[in-house]
Each structure stands twice: as C-alpha cells, then as structure tokens.
C-alpha cells in the first residue's frame, strides 16, 4: 500500500531562517504529489504540486518542491520564512483510486 | 464565493445518537472525497464519490458511516451510533481533476 512519511512533527523557527521540510512516499510508479497547508483556523489548502515534467516546482507564497524519484523524496523548502508561514504543512500522494493518503504532518511555528 | 460549503461547522452529540453532515461542492466537479482529521489518525480517506459511479467506500472505519451524494452534487455523510472516537474533523473535497478543493470542515465531538 502506498503510504507517505513526514520526517518532523514540530519545528520551530525564528523569521527569515531557511526551511526544509522532509516527506518521502513509497510508490515506485507514476507519482502526483502534493504539498497542503493549513493556517490557524482555516481549511486545507494547495501549495504546489507535482505531476510530471520539471521536478523543481514552485508554489504560492515562495515555496517550492523537489521532486528526487531516487531517493522517493518530495521535501518542501522555503528560503526565508516568515511569522505569516506558521500552519500545519502535510504531503500527499494520490492513491490508486484518486483519494489522496496524507503524511502525518508538521506543525511550523515562526517566531517573531 | 463558489467554494466547498460544509454543515453544521460544529456538532456536538451524545454517544449512541445519530449524525449527518452536508457537503455542497464547487459546482461543475464531478468527484467529491470525505476525510477525517483526527489526533490520533491524522487525516484518512473515507469515501469517494466520482459522477454516476458506485462510490469507493473503501475508507469506511466501520458499518455505522455511511455516505450518499444525491443528484450528483451535495452529498451526506452519516454516523449511527456514535462512539467517542467518532470525534474528529470531517472535511469534504471536490475536484474535476486531480487537485482537490477542501471544506472548512465540521468538527465532531461525542461526548
């Protein structure tokens, strides 16, 4: 079965650090990969994907995404964060039936 | 705003009683997903809906949820006699493609 792991449960960081977020997936074939955010009190929302093509992808607010098919890795990073990024991040892959199986997710919380 | 819609946005109910919670998807998506979110599980598919199509309920933790989407649109997600690991966040999505658009989500709680 296809399962995502998420590396970090907590991090935090103080403003204008670089982040790193791990996620590796265990599915060797075709892979949609996604990066969600959620903000304090608000709903699920995409921050990029990963379909095919260019494995570096970009998303809102100055994330990007590697994919690396190698090492079966999808790590979120941003290079400078801000107070505004503390939320709760979760990778997901599609499954073999379209439903998206989650990471455990990180909670990120900025300092000031 | 022709966003996903969910309701109630809070619920709380006594063990052993029964539960409906509503999606309304953006309109023109055919698929229609329902998660849960919760401490211990993280978020986990329960099922899924894709036009006329028999739903995938693989998800399903038990025989006491249940779901329907009526006329290819809103859809209903019931819970029969409540347990208190029922209490969770149940979050609705829908799509025309791949990325699926979430609800604001109802929060469950059984006391």
């Known amino acids: 079965a296809q399962s995502v792991s998420q590396h970090n449960h907590h991090v935090i960081l103080s403003e204008a650090a670089s982040l790193e977020l791990g996620c590796n997936y265990s599915y060797g074939g075709t892979v949609n990969l996604f990066w969600y955010v959620q903000y304090p009190g608000q709903h699920l929302q995409l921050l990029l994907k990963?379909?095919?093509?260019d494995p570096l992808v970009k998303g809102i607010k100055g994330f990007e995404a590697e994919f690396i098919k190698s090492k079966f890795s999808f790590n979120l990073r941003k290079p400078s964060v801000q107070w505004s990024d503390t939320a709760e991040y979760f990778c997901a892959v599609i499954g073999s039936n379209y439903q998206l199986i989650w990471g455990a997710g990180t909670k990120l919380i900025i300092k000031p | 705003g022709a966003g996903v819609s969910q309701s109630p946005s809070n619920k709380v109910t006594e063990k052993g009683k029964d539960v409906e919670l509503r999606c309304d998807p953006i309109s023109g998506h055919t698929a229609l997903y329902w998660y849960r979110q919760s401490l211990g599980q993280g978020l986990e598919f329960l099922i899924y809906?894709?036009?006329?199509?028999?739903?995938?309920k693989s998800g399903l933790p038990s025989d006491r949820f249940s779901a329907e989407r009526t006329g290819g649109s809103v859809s209903t997600l019931t819970i029969q006699r409540t347990q208190q690991e029922d209490s969770a966040v149940y979050l609705c999505a829908s799509s025309r493609g791949v990325e699926q658009f979430f609800g604001p989500g109802t929060r469950l709680t059984v006391l």
């Open positions: 809906f894709q036009g006329n199509s028999a739903p995938d």
């Open positions: 990963y379909f095919s093509g």
